[in-house]
């Protein structure tokens, strides 16, 4: 991918974020860099790197050099708990590819994703010590939130409260992290930085949301996702959620199948069927639109500029993709 | 574990670092917490904080506060690599206890690591670029090993000059980064920081053959290790390695047990057995001395100090360990 997949005109900085990223996986062994490349080349948003770029340029920082390998460093921290992820879930595909552990095993992916974090570190330990504290609480929330989301796999006992909590930290912190040293780089005020850190935080729930309503709803060619792949691995998220407010009758489908280890391809369907009959889509859409607008409310103070006004246009793309 | 293993008088020191890791593992999940505090409550030798330490000591460091954080920065640092090579392994037992994987559970696991990883970076990062760069240089190579290794796991294809690669990487780098850490953060001459480097990464080598040594030598109760681990594990160590160039019969027996993914407590033993009487041990402690001397040789510019004296005798305790 060498193209912003947002528009924007990033093309030039996520040309150069590409760049980056497959100078910094080069290894002597080469099934590390065909790993790593694996996940790298497999593309993605690269959501983070663009609402790093994008918040240091609508703060007026114009040395782009400055924001790239932070930028990067968030991609390569994304994407080595891809990796990680995958090797939870058991998951064999991964936006339509092979997941690293299914192509590698599972030992070359755990040491996959460890390197993926090391040159994260490696360019994260060139900033200054308040860059490196927010990039590493982001990543310890993120690890916590893992943890938390994991503890109630194949349970039904998760609340709405908790799901918001594993969406914060598992995504929303990343983004939220990117968006302050973006805004910090580029020389703004506390509440400058924090307002921005708040739009990051929004943003990304909003886009957690949405991922969440396109597992019941995406087309399978776009996605590169499997429906109903959510509850297949034991998750409870917001639709399925809302769903079991819906009626008893949908609660014991659901409650059912996210807590059965062996479902059938039926069974997940079946499942499927009784979230997208609830009206706990739009309602869960509602919700998206929610944190959207939140977003949007903490760039509020920001000077009218292509670029705080292409802050304001993802958080739209965020809310209607379709993939 | 609150004094040194090795002596030294580093008691202090170790306190300090003993505290600071498990200051550094508070999380909001106390699973995460718990996971982190049973590997590092493991105890271990503390090898890569006392080598930072002495280094640094010996080069004239005299502020105990600034050599602490990334001493125990490279501890954590191993931990994680231990709990990440656990899964691999799928060892059941470390240092006598239950590893993270089999008390917690792969996912656990897995995230705990990187946790630990985190945290490091969130110490590292602390420090000026030379420092990140060598210490992710350390961990990129450390990585590199692990797959280097790996990819010979169950084959009897490894040479010796790819064993010793591997020890390099996995073992000694590490250990060299944190020798020359050690030294640059005192004030090191650039030669100096490079002798230290050589003699952690002598260092490191001697320890991880004596590691190898034990494998088949070890009293269980004092390593924690059942003997032939390495074996069982489908991999060639340096005194199987020896073996091999013995005999046609022991070579048989060793290619045939390590190429066997399904082997017996009975088969383990018969080839553990063919290693101690092929007199291959007895080669690898020869070597061992040999790593042990060339770590010695470049301590020679170093003035005469109390831990000048203690580098040279933690050569001598590497070699002699019997734990």
Redesign the interface.
């Known amino acids: 991918m060498t193209t912003s997949p947002w528009g924007f005109g990033l093309d030039r900085e996520l040309l150069m974020v590409d760049e980056k990223l497959r100078d910094m996986v080069k ?3 080469e ?2 860099t065909e790993a790593a490349i694996h996940v790298i080349a497999a593309g993605g948003k690269r959501l983070r790197p663009t609402v790093t770029i994008l918040s240091y340029k609508a703060l007026g920082g114009t040395d782009i050099e400055k924001i790239i390998d932070i930028a990067v460093g968030f991609e390569l921290i994304h994407s ?2 891809l990796v ?1 992820d995958d ?2 879930d058991g998951g064999s595909t991964r936006r339509g590819r092979t997941t690293v552990y299914k192509k590698f095993g ?3 992916a ?2 996959t ?3 993926l ?3 994260a ?2 360019l ?4 200054d ?1 308040n860059v ?2 927010t ?3 982001a ?2 929330k993120l ?2 939130g ?3 989301q ?2 109630y796999r194949h349970t039904a006992g998760i609340t709405l409260d908790k799901y918001l909590q594993v969406m914060r930290r598992k995504t929303a912190e990343p983004i939220k992290a990117g968006a302050m040293v973006g805004a910090y780089l580029a020389g703004g005020k506390p509440e400058e930085i924090q307002s921005m850190g708040d739009y990051g935080l929004n943003l990304g729930i909003a886009f957690q949301i949405v991922d969440d309503i396109l597992d019941f709803t995406g087309d399978e060619t776009k996605t590169g996702k499997t429906v109903g792949t959510d509850i297949k691995e034991g998750y409870l998220t917001l639709p399925s959620l809302l769903a079991i407010k819906d009626s008893e009758d949908s609660a014991g489908v659901i409650r059912g199948a996210v807590t059965n280890q062996e479902l059938t391809s039926e069974d997940v369907r079946r499942c499927v069927e009784v979230v997208l009959k609830s009206g706990a889509i739009e309602k869960a859409k509602g919700m998206g639109e929610y944190y959207g607008n939140e977003a949007l409310q903490h760039l509020g103070s920001l000077s009218n500029t292509p670029y705080s006004q292409s802050l304001r246009e993802l958080v739209r793309k965020v809310l209607d993709r379709d993939s």
């Open positions: 290894s002597e062994e099934l590390l080595a708990t990680h090797i939870n599972l030992h070359n755990v040491v994703g460890d390197f974090f090391v040159k570190f490696a994260g330990g060139t900033y010590k490196v504290k990039t590493a609480d990543c310890q690890a916590e893992e943890i938390l994991s503890s």
